[in-house]
């Protein structure tokens, strides 16, 4: 077993406060660098939490979650409580929290490749898995295990190339990601008769295995379409957001850093968005991993959902062709009252859930603030967080008028040399991997059901609430 302190000391002292927090973290715990291996943890960890789901289900089972309204049924479900999601959970008010640890928390408690640095995503990886902060050294240790799964079969490479070099790069994406699917330890397990006790071990090697590789793909695209082609082999010294940097030809420290950052705030955003979602219910058939996330890449390519961020840059590119750099506030407003009133969106606005500024924006904000405070864009992105939110809340018709995590993103890659808007929602896509593989592998290890919500026509709403109205 472990032998660690309690993660609750070194959390702020607001958490001691907040009782719900309390629960949620109540098996933190710091690890101790003797044990170093994740999936050993993982099968320790195990048979406690399928027994706390079946105490949870024989004693509250037939606890209600709350009232289904005719809105939410023609509203995409918004409100309503339906998933089981173990590794993050998102409040309207505080934003994700991860294993019951928000992203200012991650930044200071997950290693880092340097003194103050951003978080690993390994480190991520592991607290997503484990509910448990790693140590450096098992930080290290899964970098290093990833490295060694990081292989790509060149069919996968020529599947790509089958595709002309002008498609989608998430099109190329997801197809490179299905051919993978070819080794999947899943589906042979599965084939074989392996007990249904034991599908969340294939499912694990699979899904690290995804984990490991996807960098490998997306940067295969984005050479492929950009860089004529010229591939960068994974470099054996560096951690995975580093490599994916490196990869993708941008070597650069402060690069890496934010490639670090960005995969971490954008790994998992609890269960309901379209990407997460998808995996889960394509998984809850017992599809593998592989074919699990090519159908999630799929929900993310849309425009409604992973596709924002790529709209959002293009906007404000847009804003600086049509009115310049040194556009003022006042002209600004003019702006962006055209672009409403033409129809169209602000991108980069809003959110499904939250009802305040997305801490993902946040921290993104705070990395701009610390290494290009100067960046004309960063600057436009800045006013605009003055001016879109007062008119988005006296149009009165958004919910949120707050900035979310698409309306900074693309500002920082810009920066750094990655200006090629159509590919930004790959990143997002490897990113995803990390979140949506971790619930993969509790969703087989707690033995979640097949999906299966009921639908109704139109008809059927009409003669209920007629009847409802008469009783």
């Given amino acids: 077993m472990f032998k660690g302190v309690s993660l609750l000391s070194k959390l702020r002292s607001r958490i001691g406060e907040q009782s719900s927090l309390k629960s949620s973290v109540r098996w933190f715990q710091i690890q101790s660098s003797s044990d170093l291996d994740l999936h050993s943890q993982l099968k320790e960890l195990i ?52 294993r019951g640890l928000s992203i200012p928390e991650c930044q200071k408690l997950l290693p880092a490749a340097k003194p103050e640095g951003e978080p690993l995503p390994e480190g991520l990886l592991w607290l997503l898995l484990t509910g448990k902060v790693p140590s450096k050294e098992q930080v290290d240790a899964l970098s290093k295990e990833l490295r060694s799964r990081a292989s790509v079969p060149d069919y996968a490479f020529k599947a790509i190339d089958a595709l002309p070099v002008t498609a989608h790069p998430m099109t190329q994406f997801a197809t490179g990601v299905m051919a993978l699917q070819v080794q999947s330890e899943f589906q042979k397990a599965y084939e074989k008769g392996i007990h249904k006790s034991k599908y969340w071990e294939p499912t694990y090697e699979d899904s690290l295995n995804l984990i490991a590789r996807v960098p490998l793909v997306a940067a295969y695209v984005y050479r492929r379409i950009f860089k004529d082609g010229k591939f960068i082999p994974l470099d054996d010294s560096l951690d995975y957001g580093g490599n994916f940097s490196h990869m993708l030809g941008f070597d650069s420290p402060k690069m890496q850093e934010l490639m670090r950052l960005y995969v971490t705030i954008h790994s998992d955003h609890e269960g309901g968005n379209v990407s997460a979602h998808t995996g889960h219910l394509v998984a809850s058939a017992l599809s593998d991993p592989y074919l699990s996330f090519a159908a999630a890449l799929n929900g993310l390519a849309g425009p409604l959902h992973g596709l924002a961020n790529q709209e959002v840059l293009l906007w404000i590119k847009s804003v600086v062709d049509e009115r310049g750099e040194d556009i003022t506030t006042e002209q600004l407003k003019e702006y962006v009252w055209e672009t409403l009133k033409s129809g169209k969106v602000v991108p980069g606005f809003g959110h499904g859930v939250l009802r305040k500024t997305d801490p993902r924006y946040t921290c993104q904000r705070e990395f701009a603030l610390k290494h290009l405070p100067d960046d004309p864009l ?46 930004f929602t790959v990143l997002f896509g ?37 009847k409802a109205v008469s009783a």
């Fill in 378 to 423: 960063f600057q436009l992105v800045s006013k605009l967080y003055e001016v879109v939110p007062p008119i988005l809340t006296e149009l009165g018709k958004v919910k949120n008028p707050w900035p979310n995590v698409d309306a900074h993103s693309g500002v920082l890659l810009n920066h750094f040399g990655l200006t090629e808007a159509r590919y």
């Fill in 430 to 466: 490897v990113s995803r991997s990390i979140g949506i593989g971790s619930q993969l592998i509790w969703d087989r290890a707690l033995g979640l059901a097949l999906e299966r919500p009921k639908s109704v026509t139109m008809d059927w709403l009409e003669d209920y609430c007629k």
């Fill in 47 to 98: 048979p406690e939490q399928q027994e706390r789901l079946k105490k949870l289900k024989s004693e509250h089972g037939k606890v209600q979650l709350g009232n289904i309204t005719v809105d939410m049924v023609l509203g995409g479900m918004r409100g309503m409580t339906g998933l089981l999601w173990e590794t993050s959970l998102l409040d309207p008010d505080e934003g994700i929290r991860f």
